[in-house]
């Protein structure tokens, strides 16, 4: 199995090539930006790009609809940890083949891979209703948004007064953001969430919307 992968953040990026590898799949690029994807997607014709769209914590499906006009054979799956409604408009229109929630675990996002390569459209680690229907005004997630934000950092081994600074919020609403995250991972103290994180361990269990 051929894969393009395209991750912002580059220590789960550098984590899932060797997982992925680790496992027999062949990576043909990987990047870290949105904007380059496309062409390397239409160089290397993968079975499968796996595509994070949430970039500095704004969404680029712009990058999916690219990739679909200019490598139509190539099979597209969202792996994301804040499935939007862009994103099911996205997958509803076709745009992008699957969507798989970023804390689901290797054998998970394997298989689904070849799920997808397969031709199966796939929704995996998210909750949807069994008519495939969603709420115009509804929006599922595992971690909030801010919640996925404060994970990143801390799997940079970023500080609470850090992470605060930087997402310009004060400590007391960081705690908070920790807090929140480390109950619905069902995991005690910020070192197994990152180590969970950057194993590609992360379980759904209690995490995506019920």
């Given at each position: 199995?051929?894969?393009?992968?395209?991750?912002?953040?580059d220590?789960?990026?550098e984590?899932?090539?060797t997982a992925?590898?680790?496992?027999?799949e062949?990576?043909d690029a990987?990047?870290q930006?949105?904007?380059?994807?496309v062409?390397?997607v239409?160089?290397?014709?993968p079975?499968?790009?796996?595509l994070?769209?949430?970039?500095t914590g704004s969404p680029?499906?712009?990058a999916a609809?690219?990739?679909?006009?200019?490598?139509?054979?190539?099979k597209?799956?969202?792996?994301?940890?804040?499935a939007?409604?862009?994103?099911?408009?996205?997958?509803?229109?076709?745009?992008?083949?699957?969507?798989?929630?970023?804390?689901?675990?290797?054998?998970?996002?394997q298989?689904?891979?070849?799920?997808?390569?397969?031709?199966?459209?796939?929704?995996?680690?998210?909750?949807?209703?069994p008519?495939?229907?969603?709420?115009?005004?509804?929006?599922?997630?595992?971690?909030?948004e801010?919640e996925?934000?404060v994970?990143?950092?801390?799997?940079?081994?970023a500080?609470?007064?850090?992470?605060?600074d930087?997402?310009?919020?004060?400590t007391?609403?960081?705690?908070?953001?920790?807090?929140?995250?480390?109950?619905?991972l069902?995991?005690?103290?910020?070192g197994?969430?990152?180590?969970?994180?950057?194993?590609?361990?992360?379980l759904?269990?209690?995490?995506a919307?019920?």
């Amino acid at each position: 199995m051929s894969l393009v992968l395209c991750d912002d953040h580059d220590m789960f990026l550098e984590s899932l090539v060797t997982a992925l590898t680790g496992v027999g799949e062949e990576i043909d690029a990987v990047s870290q930006h949105a904007d380059e994807i496309v062409d390397l997607v239409v160089e290397h014709q993968p079975d499968v790009c796996v595509l994070d769209v949430m970039f500095t914590g704004s969404p680029r499906l712009d990058a999916a609809e690219l990739i679909r006009d200019r490598a139509p054979a190539v099979k597209l799956l969202l792996l994301t940890g804040n499935a939007t409604r862009e994103v099911w408009k996205a997958y509803d229109a076709r745009v992008v083949d699957g969507v798989m929630n970023k804390v689901c675990d290797i054998e998970v996002l394997q298989s689904t891979i070849n799920r997808v390569a397969g031709g199966e459209r796939v929704v995996e680690g998210w909750a949807r209703d069994p008519a495939g229907l969603r709420d115009d005004d509804a929006e599922t997630a595992a971690l909030t948004e801010r919640e996925y934000q404060v994970l990143e950092r801390l799997i940079d081994g970023a500080s609470t007064q850090a992470i605060a600074d930087q997402l310009g919020i004060s400590t007391h609403t960081v705690r908070s953001h920790i807090q929140n995250l480390l109950r619905k991972l069902g995991v005690h103290g910020r070192g197994k969430a990152v180590n969970m994180a950057l194993s590609g361990l992360l379980l759904d269990h209690g995490v995506a919307a019920r």
